[in-house]
């Protein structure tokens, strides 16, 4: 299967379930979220209850793109936020304990380096196991940038892996400075910024 046998388009919200199942099973070994939350047992429902709310808001506002096959199996799931003077880091739930710790060290860490120009914010992208390799990845980038074309906006977003760098390079982003560097032995995040 390759990229153009797979279709990309914006999550309906009578698919919120469907995609919220589909994006643990794809971030579950994400390397920010495996981070995040070390413990595997305890992954799933950590990243349930931070992810519900928001991914409804994100699907509400068309800013979650689902690869499917062409079977309509949804195999990939990709967060594109529209940012701008004005927009608002997601918000997260106080508290002292190492989950909330660790999401606030990384939200302060990228933050510092976020644009501060309109853009769109790849805030993750991500397939579930078995699918990998198959161009979901590529199906959701075209997607996106096409959008990011027509509305004259450049793309920012954080590679989380040397594998995810590769793939953003060959569609066209360019390195942003010096890698964020997560503490505590965590993935090293490269800032990518792709030209309007």
């Known amino acids: 299967m390759t990229a153009t046998m797979l279709t990309a388009r914006p999550a309906l919200a009578s698919e919120f379930d469907t995609v919220l199942a589909l994006c643990l099973e794809a971030f579950a070994d994400e390397a920010v979220t495996a981070w ?12 349930r209850e931070l992810l519900a709310a928001s991914l409804a808001a994100a699907i509400a506002a068309e800013a979650v793109v689902v690869a499917f ?16 003077e004005t927009s608002k880091d997601t918000e997260f739930p106080a508290g002292n304990d190492r989950l909330t710790q660790r999401l606030t060290t990384v939200k302060s860490l990228t933050a ?19 699918r990998r390799g198959v161009g979901a990845g590529t199906a959701m980038l075209r997607h996106g940038l096409d959008r990011a074309r027509r509305l004259g906006l450049p793309v920012y977003l954080e ?20 890698p964020i560097q997560l503490p505590e032995g965590g993935p090293a995040l490269q800032p990518m910024w792709h030209s309007a």
């Open 69 to 84: 096959t062409c079977h309509s199996e949804a195999i990939a799931a990709s967060i594109w936020i529209d940012m701008d």
């Open 159 to 178: 590679a989380s892996t040397p594998l995810n760098r590769k793939l953003y390079a060959r569609h066209g982003f360019a390195d942003h400075g010096a």
């Open 112 to 130: 510092a380096r976020h644009p501060k120009v309109p853009h769109i914010y790849l805030a993750s992208m991500g397939t579930i196991p078995q």
């Open 36 to 47: 995040v939350v070390p413990d595997s047992g305890a992954r799933l429902a950590a990243t």
